[in-house]
């Protein structure tokens, strides 16, 4: 069974939003696209907020958020007790953050990347595992109780 990602943008994500649905498509995933429906001015936290819960509520395993400098999404999408949102701009930095800090959302600038390699920076994400271990102790000092 293929993993279930939920996915959204703003306007300035959009276009990559589509592109990147349509990759992990391609890859066998089964993706849930929150929006936005077009790149008509819209706000973030309008998307970036049901992407989260999902991925919270374990309705979706992991999630993928873009907007323009990945930052809004990403501040929104911490909000949220069980969730670690983290932004990549490089593929490093992607499997670090699931390997380091067990991320469940990633967060890409789309106005800082371009298209391949922000599907390379998802697609890390994806197939890259948490490995616990002392990190499983950092991770878990993380949530506010």
Not at 27 to 33: A, F, I, N, Q, R
Not at 82 to 109: T, Y
Request: proline share 3%; hydrophobic share 40%; aromatic share 8%.
């Amino acid at each position: 069974m293929s993993k279930k990602i939920a996915i959204g943008s703003d306007h300035a994500g959009f276009e990559y939003k589509t592109a990147v649905l349509e990759f992990l498509k391609d890859e066998g995933y089964t993706v849930e696209d929150f929006g936005a429906p077009t790149a008509e001015s819209v706000d973030y936290p309008d998307f970036a907020h049901p992407v989260a819960t999902s991925v919270e509520k374990g309705q979706n395993e992991l999630g993928v958020l873009i907007c323009g400098s990945a930052n809004g999404v990403a501040i929104t999408a911490n909000k949220h007790q069980g969730i670690r949102a983290a932004i990549a701009w490089q593929n490093e930095i992607s499997a670090l953050a699931r390997q380091h800090n067990d991320a469940n959302i990633v967060c890409v600038p789309a106005r800082f990347i371009d298209l391949e390699l922000a599907k390379k920076i998802v697609k890390t994400f994806l197939t890259t595992d948490f490995e616990g271990g002392r990190h499983a102790t950092r991770v878990n000092k993380i949530a506010c109780m």
